[in-house]
């Protein structure tokens, strides 16, 4: 074999299996091996006959201790991490050891939005105002300078967990013992009004050979009033959304992504100005990275890992109609007795895809992060209100029943 993969790897989050098999694939073609690293007692059907090692992902020594030893034993080209949480740590691994990629400082970058706003602000792309909440008193000035609502939210958190958008003074005097002793974790931003996109790309040194332009549906930190949706934009664009395509481009390379992989999130102002959300260097969480595989016919994962391998690799992608991708949710709580499988939404017309993450006997409680969900469903439609249109028919077709926790059926 041509040395070896490095590939952390968090199972039970089922999310990420399918870009793990795409990472193990695209390796496997060009003769590469891969070698899984798992959290502490998570073992995986995924990565049976695949050399595996375990350590407390979320420790960053305890990983880089067992890297070392990874390292040791195979020769490792490449490190992947698949989760955001794993991005910094990967990086470091990469610096011990000599390995190309993204290293500590790029990836601080992408993790901290404290240095991804500076950042940004220094290439010339507009962001949200923003300050540290020092204290609650330096909210409401906050507030009362930029208007309510505003965001208050982790530097270095994911799919909104422990974020907040906060409406009035009475709502912050509800927030903020829920922050206070952890204030120094937190950032406060202005609520940007406006569409909001994201850009999946992929770049090979330094340029961007492949990008898909997506508008959500709805309001991300809403995401408990209307299931998560997002809609590729990908035919007749306008000149507001080619500005969020080359802005992203900016970003990526200035926050010093050479070859990789990223899902980068904008606003569009009322009044045509782009806004910079935040980055990431992973693929787009959720649903997203199956939607572009129904709708450009490549997996970012496994195209990530050809580019890293290949220096002359180009992604062969289709056009096809616009794709859309939708979180499943429910209002019921509680322990499921029924609920409509992946094949029953994926029999619906315009369905490219479906998957069920929970079944019968899984209890749910009400959500806690943005993708604290029941699965999605990608389907297809000519443009951006027909899919959003479809939506809403598949979403009616799913069906969830539950009864309280504690009851039982038998006699």
Same mark, same amino acid.
């Given at each position: 074999m041509n040395g070896a993969i490095l590939v952390i790897y968090r199972p039970a989050a089922g999310r990420y299996a399918a870009q793990f098999r795409a990472v193990v694939a695209a390796a496997a073609e060009r003769g590469v091996a891969t070698v899984a690293l798992l959290p502490t007692g998570q073992p995986s059907a995924d990565t049976a006959g695949l050399p595996c090692y375990h350590a407390d992902l979320d420790d960053r020594e305890a990983v880089r201790s067992v890297v070392a030893t990874i390292v040791a034993e195979h020769p490792v080209r490449r490190v992947f991490p698949l989760f955001e949480g794993d991005v910094l740590t990967a990086a470091h691994c990469r610096r011990d050891h000599g390995i190309d990629g993204l290293d500590p400082e790029g990836a601080l970058t992408f993790r901290d939005k404290n240095v991804m706003h500076?950042? %940004?602000? !220094?290439?010339?792309?507009?962001?949200?105002? *923003?300050?540290?909440?020092?204290?609650?008193?330096?909210?409401? !000035?906050?507030?009362? !300078? $930029?208007? /309510?609502?505003? $965001?208050?939210?982790? &530097?270095?958190? /994911?799919?909104?967990?422990?974020?907040?958008?906060?409406? =009035?003074?009475?709502?912050?005097?509800? $927030? /903020?013992?829920?922050? %206070? +002793?952890?204030?120094? +974790? &937190?950032?406060? @931003? #202005? &609520?940007?009004?406006? %569409? #909001?996109?994201?850009?999946? *790309?992929?770049?090979?040194?330094? @340029?961007?050979?492949? @990008?898909?332009? =997506?508008?959500?549906?709805y309001s991300v930190l809403e995401f408990r009033d209307e299931p998560g949706g997002t809609v590729s934009r990908k035919h007749d664009l306008t000149d507001a959304e080619r500005r969020i395509l080359a802005a992203s481009a900016t970003v990526l390379r200035g926050f010093g992504m050479r070859t990789g992989v990223a899902h980068v999130e904008f606003f569009l102002r009322d009044d045509g100005e782009v806004v910079f959300g935040e980055a990431a260097a992973r693929a787009g969480g959720g649903s997203i990275v199956p939607a572009i595989e129904a709708g450009r016919g490549i997996n970012l994962a496994g195209e990530w890992c050809r580019l890293e391998l290949d220096p002359e690799h180009v992604p062969t992608t289709t056009l096809g109609?616009?794709?859309?991708? #939708?979180?499943?949710? =429910?209002?019921?709580?509680?322990?499921?007795?029924s609920i409509t499988s992946a094949a029953q939404l994926r029999a619906l017309d315009a369905v490219r895809d479906a998957d069920v993450w929970k079944s019968v006997g899984d209890v749910l409680a009400a959500p806690t992060a943005s993708n604290d969900v029941l699965g999605w469903y990608v389907c297809e439609g000519r443009d951006f209100d027909a899919v959003r249109a479809r939506f809403k028919v598949i979403r009616d077709s799913f069906e969830v029943r539950t009864e309280p926790v504690g009851k039982s059926s038998c006699g």
């Open positions: 500076r950042r %940004a602000t !220094e290439l010339g792309v507009p962001v949200a105002r *923003s300050c540290r909440p020092e204290t609650v008193g330096a909210v409401a !000035e906050f507030a009362a !300078e $930029v208007g /309510w609502p505003v $965001v208050v939210k982790p &530097y270095a958190g /994911w799919a909104c967990g422990d974020t907040h958008r906060v409406d =009035s003074a009475e709502d912050l005097a509800r $927030v /903020w013992p829920l922050i %206070a +002793d952890d204030r120094h +974790d &937190y950032r406060l @931003e #202005e &609520y940007v009004r406006g %569409a #909001e996109y994201h850009v999946d *790309s992929l770049l090979r040194d330094g @340029e961007v050979v492949f @990008e898909q332009l =997506s508008r959500y549906t109609p616009e794709i859309g991708t #939708e979180y499943l949710c =429910s209002d019921r709580y509680g322990r499921i007795t």
